[in-house]
Antibody, heavy 119, light 110 residues
Framework: QLQLQESGPGLVKPSETLSLTCTVS??????????WGWIRQPPGKGLEWIGSIYYSGSTYFNPSLKSRVSISVDTSKNQFSLKLSSVTAADTAVYYC???????????WGQGTLVTVSS | QSVLTQPPSVSAAPGQKVTISCSGS????????VSWYQQLPGTAPKLLIYENNKRPSGIPDRFSGSKSGTSATLGITGLQTGDEAEYYC???????????FGTGTKVTVL
């Protein structure tokens, strides 16, 4: 059974870059057909998909965040990472990593990590 | 602002049934599978229904999903206090090559 764990700074200053890593255990991040993703949830609000990376390296991003987002995979560490640049207070949220192992559903999720953007 | 619309809240007494709707368009629900997620307070979302009406292992058959045209529905029968949570639909938005979640529905057990 796959397990995902987010890690990274809990506090980021405005205009800086938010960087998070998701460590995967219980399976290989290089597994064919898996689709790794990042989702966030501002306090008291709903879920927002940030973007995903396919096992082949292809990436897809939320159009509203596309200009500020990058997602990459490190197969040697069995991790994938999120970078969100030029952050503002509006980027304060719980950030989740998740994976689609089947068709188009996120079936495994990390526990989430709160990132606060503040000076 | 999400392109998938859900009612903000639904409620019913223990043992009763609730249904939650998720309304979209031909670019998302109409041509893609719908999933449903349950988010208990303070926890990560959990997959409840996938491919419109399938339940992952361990999800009781009190939870059911259906899809018709550009809308999907989640049903919960035999409502329990442990079902109090936020529920989200989700699907692929083909023309944007993006995944979208619904606005979320809070289920309250009276």
């Amino acid at each position: 059974q796959l397990q995902l764990q987010e890690s990274g700074p809990g506090l980021v200053k405005p205009s800086e870059t938010l960087s998070l890593t998701c460590t995967v255990s219980g399976g290989s991040i290089s597994r064919s057909s898996y689709y790794w993703g990042w989702i966030r949830q501002p306090p008291g609000k709903g879920l927002e998909w940030i973007g995903s990376i396919y096992y082949s390296g292809s990436t897809y991003f939320n159009p509203s965040l596309k200009s500020r987002v990058s997602i990459s995979v490190d197969t040697s560490k069995n991790q994938f990472s999120l970078k969100l640049s030029s952050v503002t207070a509006a980027d304060t949220a719980v950030y989740y990593c998740a994976v689609m192992t089947g068709s188009t559903e996120f079936d495994y999720w990390g526990q989430g990590t709160l990132v606060t953007v503040s000076s | 602002q999400s392109v998938l619309t859900q009612p903000p809240s639904v409620s019913a007494a223990p043992g009763q049934k609730v249904t939650i709707s998720c309304s979209g368009s031909s670019s998302n629900i109409g041509n893609n599978y719908v999933s449903w997620y349950q988010q208990l307070p303070g926890t990560a979302p959990k997959l409840l229904i996938y491919e419109n009406n399938k339940r992952p292992s361990g999800i009781p058959d009190r939870f059911s999903g259906s899809k018709s045209g550009t809308s999907a529905t989640l049903g919960i029968t035999g409502l329990q206090t442990g079902d109090e949570a936020e529920y989200y639909c989700g699907t692929w938005y083909s023309s944007l090559s993006a995944y979208v979640f619904g606005t979320g529905t809070k289920v309250t057990v009276l």
